[in-house]
Each structure stands twice: as structure tokens, then as C-alpha cells.
């Protein structure tokens, strides 16, 4: 039940974070550095410290006690995955929700998934077992359909005119907009180190009567702080440097309007994490792989934000066809990463029951 209740909670973050973006779109006369900033200050900020002072008994007192070389990893991976949080927003400005995700998040499913085994050292063993095996091999069904995401985006970028692409995406360059994706989607694996560097504060966390479940809270302040550095950095400057900083009290534009919208936006993209860490804390010894389930999660919903927002409109049988495949292959690799915790849940169960039966 621990892994069926894990692998809800990590679709939660994926519903939280393939609709973040959604709030953005209601935004009217704001450049983007302008409403990045202010909804980043609602998600990177206020969300974690509020929502881990509620799950989190003696917050502060927690990070207090953490040494200061935990706390200093976990925040410059935090700025590291900042440079991925940042991008990961141009990107849906030029390839749209559906697309945009598939190209970044395929790339920081495989990032975050494989990288932390291998760092700990545990991926030989991993790969030697039954549910080690089930688990990659979800991780390559989860590729697969992020790589057919991706073509039936390069399907539609064949048939439609610039002027009907940039009818459902006003921005729309594939060139520019997979690059920025590519960067992004490597930068932002850096999330998933920065929670096994943090593991140190959860286990504080534990000690003094925090919840298993809302452990990771108190390292997602950190990170998320870390976050905050790189995109603040960046969308002061380019305020600054487009002359953009008018826009928070531009009388000619609803401001108010707009700051419950980024708020709105802000919060959600905070909720992804929020549920991330709590489905995290229930996959046992493979949570590793909830970083696919998230990732696979968010490319599924946000591919279906895409399809009702009428971003692949134009597109022919074959491309609809194509994209509805890999959304398909994701959601199906899920379900067999799932399983593989499942087994893998199971064969612990097993081997605790033989220590405690085995005579001493």
C-alpha cells in the first residue's frame, strides 16, 4: 500500500506541475522576467517556508541543527537546478505545455533517475535485481514515449504554416526552443540531487517528531532557496536591462490581477514538490525512481493541457496519432516503475521476516 500511495502522490505533483503554467497564461501586459519573478517569490519562497512550518515541528530549529555542509550541497544544487527552472519557462514560451515538456523532462527523468544510483554506488546492485530491472526498464518505456512526444512535435513543425503555430503558441521556434529545453532538461535533474544531498535534514526532521511523510519538507526550503538565487539574478537583471521593473506598478495594467495570478501559479508550481517529497518518503529502497514517475506524470498531464488548449490544432491524423502514442508510453511506464517499487517493497518484506525468523 506504501508504493500504491507513493505512486498517487508523485501523480499529484505531476498534475500540480504539468498545470503550473496555465495561471501564466491569463497574464496581460507584463513581460515574462516580470511575472517569472513574482510567482517564483510565491513558489520558491512563502510556499515552502509556510507549508513546511505547518508539516515540519520546529522548522527553523530543524535547518539549525543541520551541518553546514549539508545545508551548503543541498542549496547549490538548489542554484544549479535554478538555472533549469529558469529556462524550463522559455521553453514553454516556444514550444508550448506538450512539447516544451516532453523535451526537458524526458531528458531530467533519465538525469535524475540514473545519477543518484550511481553516485551512492548502488546502481551495479540495482541493475542485478528483478526489481531493479522492472524499474529501468520503465525508465527506458518512459524515453521511448518522450522520444515519440518529441517526434510528433517535429511532425507538426513540418505541416503547419508559421502563421498556424504561432496561432496556438505566439512565440513558437522549435530551434530555439529545443535547445533551451535540452539545457533545461539536464539542469533541472539537479532537483533530485540536491533531496539525496538534503537526506541529513529529513532524517533531523524525523528525530524530532515530524511525520516520514513530511520530512522532505524542510529540505525543500533549502533547495528552493537556492532556486530562487539563480532566477531572482536573472529577471532583476533583465528588468533592469529592458526596462521592464515599470510593469508591478504600471496604473495601465490590471497589477493586482496579475500578482493573484503569479501567486496562483506560484503556489501550484510549489505543490509539485510539496507532493514529490511526500510520495518520495513511501518508495522505499528504489525512491530513486519516483523521480520518472514525476517526470512521466507531468509529461502525460501537461501533453492533455496541451491537447485542450488546442496547441496542436492543424495538426494531421498521423501527428495526432502520434503524440496521443507517446503519452500512451509514458503513462504505461508509470505503471511498470510502480510495479518494480512493488517488487522491490515486497523482496525487503521478505528478507526482514527472514532475519527476524532466522535463529540467533
Known sequence: MAVIWGVILHALGGFASGSFYLPYKKINGWAWESYWLVGGIVSWVFAPIIMGSITVQNLFGVLGQADTTTLLWTYMWGVLWGFGGLTFGLAMRYLGLSLGMAVTLGLCAVFGTVVPPLWLGTFPELIRSVSGQVIMMGLVVCVMGILVCGLAGFMKEKSLSSEQKKESIAEFDLKKGIFVAIFSGIMSACFSFGLTAGQPIAEIAAKTGTSELFANNAILV???????????????????????????????????RNVIFCALAGFTWYLQFFFY????????????????????????????????????????????????????????????????????????????????????
Open 222 to 256: 533549502v533547495i528552493l532557496l537556492g532556486g530562487l538565487t539563480t532566477n531572482a539574478v536573472w529577471c532583476i537583471y533583465l528588468n533592469i536591462k529592458n526596462k521592464t521593473y515599470t510593469d508591478y506598478l504600471n496604473p495601465s495594467f490590471p497589477a493586482l
Open 277 to 360: 517529497g511526500m510520495g518520495d518518503s513511501q518508495m522505499g529502497a528504489y525512491k530513486f525512481s519516483g523521480w520518472t514517475l514525476h517526470m512521466a506524470f507531468i509529461i502525460a498531464f501537461s501533453s492533455f493541457w496541451g491537447l485542450y488548449l488546442h496547441e496542436w490544432k492543424g495538426a494531421n491524423k498521423l501527428t495526432m496519432r502520434t503524440v496521443s502514442l507517446g503519452i500512451m508510453a509514458v503513462v504505461l511506464s508509470t505503471v511498470i516503475v510502480g510495479y518494480g517499487n512493488y517488487l522491490g517493497s515486497e523482496k525487503t518484506s521478505t528478507d526482514v521476516q527472514a532475519s527476524v525468523s532466522a535463529p540467533q
